[in-house]
């Protein structure tokens, strides 16, 4: 057999390609190290309930043809992400807006909220923030920032935040509208039936081998194809030639518990930095489910080591460096193209793992 493509990693970036390219007649073979398609947005079901089983997926878009083209292999809900934070005994609204000011100072008017915050950063006299902290001060003051940005950022990273940079921050949205919904997008929701459902359509037509690592294949197979799509770290693929390069990690611990409704919400985010993990995931509120249990997920952040699953690239001056000298390897393969967000070593939002699908096979197709 001679495919077309060999694609590696079945996540939302290699089913994008695989179904726009089996759609132009292409032969794809598929293969995935794991023993599930679907990369992180994997969805897998307990208790009736679809568990997001690498953290919360949010489906949200400003872009109609994004939109419409997810819609194809699912049906989506009317699903608005509007988590909560808890702060030691305290409760607000995220993202911050007018629920979390009124209920932070007591106060009723968006003119109110600005002069607290003005006065707060004025007092502060931060002309040139030195890191992150200095940053987030000179953005949204003192009360927001010790409640509710610190101890998150800190469990995070890793690390205390007057040692990271100040560019992490570049902007913190203040809203002063009583709105909780933490998006700005158009068009937001979860699939009916989970993420699974929805990649499996898409590659309908496709071969897929799970539990297969790509260099072990390569070195295997007698399976023929003409070109190579690549989702895996970049800086494996070429044996870590420059120097690894850093993510962060998180790992989860799930939980059955006997009770229809343990939080609430979706999403409750903890925001002291003595609580040990940064929120807590109530999947059955993603779906508005009424099954008798429930399932939870804490979310604790870790220091990546390779071997562990890569969650966030850490885009710092070293490691932009680092990727540079692979993208210049990358860019003079003739037949090996990378993708997603280990490929390019960037974090994207799922409509932009779409969009960046989509311009490879703008180019390639």
Known sequence: MKYDYLIVGAGLFGA???????????????????????????????????????????????????????????????????????????????????????????????????????????????????????????????????????????????????????????RLPLRFTYDNNYFNDRYQGIPEGGYTQMIEKMLEGCDIQLETDYFEFVKQTNIQYDKVIYTGMIDEYYQFKYGRLEYRTVSFENEVLDTDNFQGNAVVNYTEREVPYTRIIEHKHFEFGTQPKTVISKEYPVEWKYGMEPYYPINNERNIAIYQQYKALADQEENVYFGGRLGMYQYFDMDKVILAAWQLTQALL
């Open 16 to 170: 994008t390609f695989a179904y726009e390219a089996t759609k132009k007649g292409k032969k794809c073979l598929l293969i995935d190290k794991r023993s599930h398609i679907g990369g992180n947005v994997y969805t897998e079901q307990i208790e009736g309930i679809n568990v997001h089983k690498y953290g919360a997926h949010i489906f949200h878009t400003s872009n109609k043809e994004v939109w419409d083209f997810v819609n194809r292999f699912a049906t989506f809900n009317h699903y608005v992400n509007s988590p909560v934070a808890v702060y030691k005994d305290e409760l607000y609204n995220l993202p911050f807006n007018m629920n979390t000011f009124s209920k932070m100072w007591n106060i009723k008017t968006p003119q109110q909220a600005r002069d607290v915050i003005k006065s707060q950063i004025a007092s502060l006299n931060i002309k040139d923030p030195k890191n992150l902290e200095e940053q987030a001060l000179s953005l949204v003051g003192t009360d927001v920032y010790e409640k509710l940005i610190k101890g998150y950022t800190e469990k995070q990273w890793g690390r205390d935040s007057k040692d990271l940079p100040a560019f992490i921050i570049k």
